[in-house]
T-cell receptor, first 116, second 112 residues
């Protein structure tokens, strides 16, 4: 079965530190990749997505992610985190094809805590 | 422009009971998906509704059923509740099969 694995369950950083959150998926076919963020007390919202083209995608709030097909990875990065980036981050995958559209497979999430 | 709204926000039930959760999609959206998020886990896909029909289903038993109404709103029904059904239930909407999902804040279900 298709699965998504996020390497870090809980990450603690100081402000201005660089961030990289790992994400690997198990499906070998064509996939669409997503990072969602859930700020405290808020709903899940899309941070960035990759469907095709340039494997380096930029999202909101200075986040970016790189799709490395050979490694089945889609790691999230930010050069300098802020206290307001404290949140839960979820990597998600869908298999390409209309029958799978909207059927997101999520990782277990990474809690990021940024200390001021 | 209202986003995805879910009701109720919290619910407490006992084992064996039945529950109905409700979702109104974002304005302009016609597709609704439901997810279950257990504590400390990522959301798990339950099913998706489009044109009032269940289009896709995840690995959930038949105790989980749903419905979509002509105004695109949706209900999730769970029968014969088990302790393990305690979770946050998320509704997400989109236009057609667009994969940009908008999530609601969820309904926290506790089964005692």
């Amino acid at each position: 079965a298709q699965s998504v694995s996020q390497h870090n369950h809980h990450v603690i950083l100081s402000e201005a530190a660089s961030l990289e959150l790992g994400c690997n998926y198990s499906y070998g076919g064509t996939v669409n990749l997503f990072w969602y963020v859930q700020y405290p007390g808020q709903h899940l919202q899309l941070l960035l997505k990759y469907f095709s083209g340039d494997p380096l995608v930029k999202g909101i709030k200075g986040f970016e992610a790189e799709f490395i097909k050979s490694k089945f990875s889609f790691n999230l990065r930010k050069p300098s985190v802020q206290w307001s980036d404290t949140a839960e981050y979820f990597c998600a995958v869908t298999r390409e094809g209309s029958s799978n559209t909207g059927k997101l497979i999520f990782g277990q999430g990474t809690t990021l805590q940024v200390k001021p | 422009d209202a986003g995805v709204t879910q009701s109720p926000t919290h619910l407490i039930k006992t084992r064996g009971q039945q529950v109905t959760l409700r979702c109104s999609p974002k304005s302009g959206h016609d597709t609704v998906s439901w997810y279950q998020q257990a504590l400390g886990q990522g959301p798990q896909f339950i099913f998706q509704y489009y044109e009032e029909e269940e289009r896709q289903r995840g690995n959930f038993p038949d105790r989980f059923s749903g419905h979509q109404f002509p105004n695109y709103s949706s209900e999730l029904n769970v029968n014969a509740l088990l302790l393990g059904d305690s979770a946050l239930y998320l509704c997400a909407s989109s236009f057609r099969y667009n994969e940009k999902l908008f999530f609601g804040s969820g309904t926290q279900l506790s089964v005692l």
